[in-house]
């Protein structure tokens, strides 16, 4: 793209400063749980219609989750996702009120230059990413079918374009028996807390056998009251962590099993609860990664193109399975900071904080219409996307 169109795309951005960062310091003074983000849906959806966006709220069965239209259609579909739920007690410790701001600009300025010509835009409203899972619903419901491209950004100590993140879920599982005297009567009682301990080992018998860098962690939550009474109940929580959703689903068959093992040993009747929130691995698309960096060095930014995250999860996972996708992290304070922390609460109601927030909406903006102008990219992302989900051979 030719610096003059990068300028004007940067001060079509400029121009939201103002509104943009007023409305982010009022969502990090109003912190909301996920599915409690009421003054935030509100908040970033009458800023949307203001600019002329269709906003319904309420949608895919979430009273905090929204989805704004605009724009004539006939052409690319671009989405930008906006999550903007906060942490309990800590309040915006993950730095939420600065890039769901950040999506609706550069919503707004996309918009703004098009004419909305040739073009649909959508700002996803997506609550409860803390816990929720709040994508993984507006998933399924297609919320994405159709979208060419969906992006958003996240707070971080560091600059990266293209983070890839873990597919993960979880299970509780409960276990019944059946209780008797420990001392006077053991041969009546069924133990249901030696059900979760050979399940315990079970996990542990088959970690030789995890694809490298796959997890599971597994704790006993309940296991008796005293010790002179066999247990007929025991309760236990696992997580599964692995690099692709393949992968996970195929540890969760084995949990599973070594679930059912212990129970025909013991004799209890269990139950296996699994997570509604199953989050898939991120596939961040290279050619989208590409067109973001341009973007980060115009405007000056030390940052990392790749980085490979085998530990965390997230939802955006999930979209990033629908339609290409882009989710970058930007820096907001020193290096070395912590998420989920006082002080990244504090840095995402810093100057450090909004110029981030400023500098990812004009990215975002940037890759969008370098998109939309460039139809060879168009291909090149299809194409990616399309490989690395299995789709083409």
């Keep these: 793209m030719n610096q ?54 309420g949608v ?18 671009i989405a930008f996702v906006a999550e903007y739920d906060a942490l ?26 098009t004419g909305g010509e040739g073009i649909t835009i959508t700002v996803v409203g997506s609550p409860a990413e803390e816990g929720g899972g709040g994508k993984i619903p507006m998933v399924e419901g297609g919320a994405f079918d159709g979208v060419d491209i969906a992006m958003m950004c996240h707070a971080e100590d560091d600059t990266i374009v293209e983070r890839v993140l873990v597919a993960t879920t979880g299970m509780t599982v409960e276990f019944h028996g059946k209780s008797a005297h420990a001392g006077g009567s053991p041969e009546k009682g069924i133990n249901a807390a030696t059900a979760s301990v050979l399940t315990y080992n079970n996990i542990n018998a088959l970690r030789q056998h995890f694809v490298p860098g796959n997890i599971v962690s597994a704790i006993i939550n309940e296991g008796g009251v005293m010790s002179n009474t066999i247990p007929d109940y025991s309760k236990m929580s696992i997580g599964i962590r692995a690099a692709r959703k393949e992968q996970r689903d195929a540890l969760v068959e084995k949990v599973e099993r070594c679930v059912e093992a212990a129970a025909l040993v013991t004799g209890c009747t269990y139950e296996v609860h699994k997570s509604p929130h199953a989050s898939d691995d991120v596939l961040p698309n290279h050619r989208l990664g590409l067109s973001y960096r341009e973007a980060l060095d115009a405007l000056g930014y030390e940052n990392v193109l790749q980085a490979d995250q085998r530990c965390y999860g997230w939802d955006f996972g999930n979209v990033s399975h629908a339609c290409p996708a882009l989710a970058p992290y930007m820096k907001i304070g020193p290096t070395g900071l912590v998420g989920h922390t006082d002080a990244f609460r504090e840095c995402a109601n810093s100057p450090e904080g909004y110029k981030s927030m400023m500098d990812a909406a004009k990215c975002l903006c940037y890759t969008a219409y370098d998109y939309l ?16 989900n299995g789709m083409t051979r």
């Design 60 to 77: 895919y069965g979430m009273e905090t989750a929204f989805i704004a239209h605009k724009g004539k259609g006939g052409g690319a579909h």
């Design 373 to 388: 102008t460039h139809p060879e990219m168009q291909k090149e992302v299809r194409a990616e996307f399309e490989r690395e």
């Design 88 to 113: 309990p007690e800590l309040g915006h410790a993950c730095g939420h009120n600065l890039y769901c701001c950040a999506a609706c600009g550069a919503a707004v300025a996309l918009d703004e230059l």
């Design 4 to 57: 003059s169109k990068r300028e004007e795309i940067f001060a079509k951005v400029d121009g939201l400063q103002a509104e943009l960062t007023a409305m982010s310091k009022e969502i990090w003074a109003h912190p909301e749980v996920c599915f409690e983000e009421r003054f935030a849906c509100r908040t970033l959806s009458e800023y949307l219609k203001s600019k002329g966006f269709e906003v319904e709220t």
